[in-house]
């Protein structure tokens, strides 16, 4: 069974382009949550995605969005860049709501902008 | 203050010694889990706990609800346990997602 796969795994912007990462789950898992984790604050929530509908948001701003579609996949877009969200970017996939079960977590999208 | 709490921040131990790192919540939980970061940035799940003790290997997790109190123990280390380690809790109010823990930096020395 594949696990969750992240891609771009790198990536370099400058500040004002936008970024979309996308993350493919293990097959039959229809959670998606994404985080964020810098080394000042550690690992925190973004959203999470369950059957294709947005289930939770953390607190970040409206640059921040994403989407699920039909097959689970899902993506995250970061518009109008700025250096603090230079980050690691992770997705975790699970069968039921996030936290309920064991967590699948993506290797992580590194972005970094200039 | 931090709703999840974790220390030590920091640890270094010799191979073979007893590890313990512990977790704070002050929230009521449905789960806590144990997540571990080797560099590079992958993260694995541990454990997950609602209540009691669970042991995989040289691991043991266990969780106290009444203290919201939570450790995980590793025995006889070794220099590939060195990474970092997570703690996420799950609060009960419905529609609340995971918080976690700033994380526990192991390294271990043979």
């Known amino acids: 069974k594949a696990g969750v796969t992240q891609t771009p795994r790198y990536l370099i912007k400058t500040r004002g382009q936008q970024v979309t990462l996308s993350c493919s789950p293990i097959s039959g898992h229809r959670s998606v949550s994404w985080y964020q984790q810098t080394p000042g604050q550690g690992l925190q929530f973004l959203f999470e995605?369950?059957?294709?509908?947005?289930?939770n948001k953390g607190n970040f701003p409206g640059r921040f969005s994403g989407r699920q579609f039909s097959n689970s996949r899902s993506e995250m877009n970061v518009s109008t860049l700025e250096l603090g969200d230079s980050a690691l970017y992770l997705c975790a996939s699970n069968e039921g709501p996030a936290g309920t079960g064991e967590l699948f977590f993506g290797e992580g999208s590194r972005l970094t902008v200039l | 203050k931090n709703e999840v709490e974790q220390s030590p921040q920091n640890l270094t131990a010799q191979e073979g010694e007893f590890i313990t790192i512990n977790c704070s919540y002050s929230v009521g939980i449905s789960a806590l889990h144990w997540l571990q970061q080797h560099p590079g940035g992958g993260i694995v799940s541990l454990f997950m706990?609602?209540?009691g003790k669970k042991k995989h290997g040289r691991l043991i997790a266990t969780i106290n609800i009444q203290e919201k109190h939570s450790s995980l123990h590793i025995t006889a280390s070794h220099p590939r346990d060195s990474a970092v380690y997570i703690c996420a809790v799950l609060p009960l109010q419905a529609g609340t997602a995971l918080i976690f823990g700033k994380g526990t930096t192991l390294s271990v020395s043979s």
């Open positions: 995605y369950f059957s294709e509908t947005q289930r």
């Open positions: 706990l609602s209540s």
